[in-house]
């Protein structure tokens, strides 16, 4: 899966770091002559160590620092990067205990309970062993409800926020036990810098970002609905944001009756002067039903933009194919516009010199890479935005080409409930091959699996097929 294979080969200074950790803890043991007595000590001591460091790294991905999005490729790949070395510190750390009780095996009722509570008695090592027991508790259930029961999102969001506590009962444990970790000067500074920054990161998206972050205020502008689809234009109230097409932000409604926490929607139109953007929004859940209570000239902070989905379509280097799932076309719209009015944008005199090197989309002299769009649905009720795509159409000027074919751009509705399921040889035959364009991902997952992994298998190269996934609840 391009997916997988992608994060894979992002991840490598997460793995490189947990390499890095059991080195130094080994060299100190040989270093220091201090070896364990018992075997089953070193697997339950590799996975703890692996297993704080992964979990050191979920919180600090989670921080949204722009020079982790630009390393990984957009915020969207971190999230699911902090996903993946989530579950596995969360599978990893049951190593820990189940190694330190094997010495008491065959025995199963003496191995159950050398995994459970203890009298300490006075014994800072039982103290930390119980407090072991609590923080594996609290990381389990939490990991359960989070990434496996798939709650609301508000539930989901205030539920994830415990898992900062699970970090401080962590080096808690570490400073209790008084173990390898403080027994080993390199270890010691390594560990607790490690747990330090991922303190860190948690205190700064729990507690700071919401006031101290890119944050821009702006204002209803327009709102319309199509079905249970609302549209909503935002303009800004001050400070204005720079955005790509396709990026998206957070958006926090200042409105009684709708709840203010914050939630991710991509931005469904091109960069202006004005810095006014667009969102489509799916209803589908108490929040974005609410969102009906909103008028014009309601106040929102926006917090981003977040995303690096466009930049290959804005290099302008090939041809683009765009396959939008569902909701998952809302991250098209905007380069669509893009991609139909870039012979009527701007004379390079009239955009601000600072904007021409970041925006050269708006500029009367770029040229748009042709590009074929392709809106999948199953009904042609789903398709909310199908008249928004084809207005673009008939408001955009062509300097003399007749319609966006002879352009060299297209747009087709396909609805799976009348075409059967769409197939990567589809497009191709659509598009006159896919090997040397790239191709654009959004939408439900199993779509976007099915698609790349026929991709894949017809020669189409990794780098040319671009997703867009936010699905924190997988």
Known sequence: ?????????????????????????????????????????????????????????????????????????????????????????????????????????PDPVNFLLGLWFKWPEGDRYLWGHNLGIVTLLLFAALIILTLWATPAYHIWKKTHEWLGLVLLLVLVHVFVVQKDVAAYPLLTVWIYSFLFLGLCSFVWIRFLYWRHGPKYEYAVDRIGHQGDIIKLILSPRGEKMDFWPSQFIYLVIHKEGISPEPHPYSIASGYNLEASFRLGIKQVGDHTRSLDRLEKGDKVSVYGPYGRFSEPFLSGTRDCVFIG????????????????????QLPEQDVPEQLRTTHPEIIRTWKSPRVSLFYVCRELEEAGFDRDIRKEIELCHLQGFENPEQRGHSYELYLSSERGRVTADYFAKKVGGLKDKFIFLCGPQAMTDDLTRQMLDMGVAPELIIMEEFNLLD
């Open 1 to 105: 899966m391009r997916k997988t294979l992608m994060i894979h080969s992002r991840s490598w200074p997460i793995w490189a770091t947990v390499g890095l950790t059991l080195l130094i803890w080994l060299a100190s043991k040989w270093y220091y002559a201090d070896w364990f007595d018992n075997p089953y000590h070193y697997p339950a001591k590799t996975a703890s160590l692996t297993a704080t460091v992964l979990m050191c790294w979920s919180m600090i991905l989670a921080a949204r620092v722009r020079f982790l999005e630009t390393f990984f490729g957009g915020l969207d790949k971190i999230y699911q990067v902090h996903k993946r070395i989530g579950k596995a510190a969360f599978f990893i750390i049951f190593i820990h205990p189940l190694f330190l009780a094997a010495d008491r095996l």
């Open 325 to 344: 799932g569902g909701i998952g076309i809302t991250p098209f719209l905007g380069m669509w516009h893009v991609a139909l009015h870039s012979e009527e």
